[in-house]
């Protein structure tokens, strides 16, 4: 894990599949999983009995014939759907003021999204996909299996950054079905007018399902390194300020960490868990961040 | 009178003024200010009004003045702006011919009288005063009214083109002037000169008289004995006339040696034929009377020697009719030379100290200071640090 990615090497692989599986094999690299046991359809193997075990687990008909209690195991199946959600609003184009060929935070999000939506493929976990714009809405409902994740790199590589949130309203009807023992993943800037992003977190958690919250960022809004006159052009609204951007950043940066604060604390009281990517830095660790952060969970 | 005063030698380089609009325009469209940064959420950021900001507003507003006054100075260049010492531009000159007083009616004096009350301080002065300043050929508007003229002189010496050019002279080239006249041609005998100033002319047009002029001479012939063959011609030359042309001629023979006797009577007559060869008393030599002596009637043999005579005796007359009498156009009074840019030029230089040195000095300065304005808030002006 120490050898990371360069965002810069990935950004210029213009394949998302192949970035998708570059990134999780690093991830998964070395990671030899056990086969998981329980209950299920598809048998799997019979183990001794152990003091402890369920006597409706023990084969009957086998104990009739070799007189030794026997456990009879299946592969473990899941039952956990993961959902990606994509906030798509324009503000997600902000990149760092430096690298012009580098990722914008829906390039970012859009591959790590991919990324994980292979690892749940290959845990074989239902994948569903929810992109937000007031401009295009996409989803994709939760199902297993390969073609599910063609379908669902497919729609991520067609969506369009643009707009802004959309409202609650609109994505009333689609959240009903992400209630159902789910994992989601939420990245986004968190960056809203009238407090849609908030209430779009508030509707989604519920008991039965956990909640990952990315917030991405650049370097560009962490530290201000803007210098002299300029004039700020707001990506969803177009409105323009005209500032001394040494005299503001004080301001700024004071302003950023109150608004941080209050997300973590809207988030937390949701019982979300929030994480703060940097666009600047390897995929493969903020995918990292991501996912112990869900592990941590449970 | 004297004034200091501004005055443009080309105005047509004015138009250059329009230039001014160009960095106007740039001004209020480049909206300055900075470079556009597309930023995720400027909620974030509180806008402060910030000195610098100020700073970088007054620095505009310094360098669109400063734009503005050397496109103001290079124009002022071009146009040859001078120092007029004795201009009073505002008002106009009005000039007005003796002739003009006397033929004009009541009507068209009340109505320059009206005029010249109008106008702001318009000045009047009579234009046929010869080798006076112009402050002694004033006139006061009332005497418009009562002023029927100068008669006493009935041939100027100067024609109304000198007499404007011997005026404006003094003044400014920008001066306005109205002139009133007619269009006798007794006014426009002699050469057009070139004029600068700009000139209002409000011609009287005169109807023209068709009748014949009525020669009339009278005429007292002195001789002596050495000349008594031309004599006869003379007599025989103007029995011919008397009876041919419509003129009346009366003579007067008078032999020398009584001439003494007759002095009075010789004095008395508009010409004089003199055939002797001694000179001519002085008496009789007093430019009013006209002289013809022996020696311009050599001829007297000729054919034509009548009309060689009637020459001699009328031609002053019908000359004088004819200057009294004929007309000129609108277009040969008005219709002057054009004086070349070299030539207005020089005239500036004499009449004016030109500012050109003064103007050029201004515009070095003028572009030494948009320079250091311009580039002195260019070293705070990097968008980001490290770039």
Redesign the interface.
Known sequence: MEQFLDPLVLARVKDMPLVAKTVAQGFLHGLHNSVKRGTGIEFSQYRAYEPGDALSNIDWKLFARSDRYFVREAERESNINIWLVLDASASMLQQASHSNEGWNKFDYARHLLATIAYIAHQQGDGLGLLGLSSKNLHFLPALPGKQQWQKCLLQLSDMQAGDVFPDSTIIQNHLAKMHDNAVIFVVSDFYEHNNEIFDFMTSLSSHKTEIVALQLESIDEVTFPYQGHIRFEDRETKQQILVSAKDVRADYLKTREAFNQNLSEHLAANHIQHIQGNIDEPLDKTLHQFLSARQKML | MDKLALTLESGTYLSGLLTLTIPIAIHLLS?H????????????????N?P??NQ?RLTQWLLLIIRLLMLLVACGILAQLFWNKNANTSADIVLVSNDWLTQSSDAEKQQLFESLNANQSPRLFLIDGLNQPLSQRKLESKAVLAFQGDTSSTTTPLNIWANLAEITKALPKSQKIQLYTTNRLNQFTGQKVTLANPIDWHIKFLPSTSSEPKLAASLAIISDANHQQQLAYIRGALNALTATLPVDIKVEYIDFSALANDLDLAAQQSHIIYLVDTPLPTELDNGAITIINSNQLQDYTQVDFPLILATQLFASQTKQWFSDNARLSNYQITELPTIDLLERQQTSVENGQPLHIWLILILVILFVVERLVSEWPSK????????
């Not at chain 2, 200010?33 to 402060?48: R, S």
């Not at chain 2, 705070?380 to 770039?387: D, F, L, P, S």
């Open positions: 909206k200010k900075g470079k556009i940064v597309p930023f995720a959420h400027i909620a974030l950021i509180t806008v402060k910030s610098q900001l970088a705070h002006t990097a968008q980001v640090e490290g770039n």
